[in-house]
């Protein structure tokens, strides 16, 4: 398949009072047009300044190296003029709270409308019957009074579908989602889990989910990749690394999930320790204080994301020298 978008050594630091912090280390991926990519790890991985890197929406104190084609051009070379061609144009995101990434003083008419005017040229009534075309793509009844109505008069889960169709006015290649369903109930968020691979089967389009829940990337994604402290830990084809997870990270993560059919009274497993603080991060691997396999030769260099299987990267020396156990 033809490569939608390929990530090569990026590398995202903000400058602070503290020092500088590196956010994202010598990161790289792939994806192919119409796939789904799903990006997991905990809070401070990494994953939301990932796709903030890729739509170029930083903050001022960020420093960004690397390489981000996309749709064969460096984004990381882009003017701001050139900026404005691709986002929310070819690329575009969905946040995670809706509430606040809608503007509550503007209909949903007017806030879908204006990304069609302003990048496809359409009038003003060509807009609204488009924005009445997309919502109904998006599943959202009676879509007439929908689009006369502000954000604080929709549900949670419409809002959420609002952002999408605002995401989709343009027919992007790539959309990106950060958390997009950690603001809805359970039976809203498998709605917009379903949306997701509707919408994938009937745009084409490719997608990158970023996430805390593995529940997520098994509903939607081809592929998942694991960030910790910046860096990838493991990647690959999701059910494989869901089903035989290599990483001693993703292995936490996922013992870590409650399950159904646990006893009420069976306490939950947790990762022991805390992430490591990013302006000071521990010699080798950044896993390994709170790695159950580490030795000493894991805290001696960084561990390269290396191929273990075909398809299937990890980054730790145990999974390459399995039987060491001496630095």
């Known amino acids: 398949m033809t490569t939608l978008l390929e990530v090569r050594d990026l590398c995202v630091s903000f400058d602070t009072p503290d020092g500088k912090v590196p956010a994202v280390d010598h ?4 994806l192919a047009a119409g796939d789904a990519l799903g990006i997991v790890g905990e809070s401070g ?10 739509l170029g929406l930083l903050a001022r104190n960020a420093s960004v190296s690397g390489s981000i084609r996309f ?17 929310g144009n070819r690329l575009a995101m969905v946040f995670q709270d809706p509430m606040t990434s809608l503007n509550p003083y503007l209909r949903v008419e007017t806030q879908i409308g204006e ?5 496809r040229g359409l009038s003003r009534a060509q807009a609204r019957a488009e924005s009445l075309r997309l919502l109904e793509a998006v ?29 989709l006015a343009c027919r992007p290649a790539l959309l990106l989602a950060d958390e997009p369903t950690t603001a809805l109930d359970v039976t809203v968020q498998a709605q917009i889990l379903s949306l997701f ?48 997870p290599a990483h001693p990270y993703t292995r936490a993560l996922l013992e870590a999930r409650p399950r159904l059919d646990a006893r ?19 010699p ?37 020298n399995p039987n060491r156990s001496t630095g």
């Open 71 to 87: 749709e064969g051009q460096d984004l990381l070379k882009l003017r701001p003029s050139q900026w404005s061609k691709v986002r």
């Open 197 to 244: 691979a509707e919408l994938r089967r009937e745009f084409g389009v490719a997608m990158i989910l970023i996430t805390h829940d593995f529940g997520v990337v098994t509903e939607v994604c081809d592929h998942t990749l694991v960030m910790y402290a910046g860096r990838a830990a493991e990647s690959g084809a999701t059910r494989a690394l869901l089903e035989h």
């Open 27 to 30: 990161l790289s991926f792939a």
């Open 284 to 320: 080798g691997c950044a896993f390994a204080p709170r790695c159950p396999i580490a030795i000493e030769a894991c805290t001696n260099a960084i561990p390269p994301l290396a191929p273990i299987e075909t398809g299937r990267l990890a980054a730790c020396i145990r999974l390459r």
């Open 264 to 282: 009420i009274t069976e306490r939950l497993l947790a990762l022991p320790g805390q992430p490591p603080d990013l302006l000071h991060l521990p």
């Open 139 to 167: 599943h959202i009844a009676d879509g007439v009074s929908r689009l006369r109505a502000y954000p604080h008069e929709l549900s949670g889960g419409q809002r959420q579908r609002v952002m999408i169709a605002i995401a």
């Open 45 to 54: 991985a990494g994953k939301s300044q990932t796709a903030l890197a890729i």
């Open 115 to 119: 990304v069609l005017e302003r990048h």
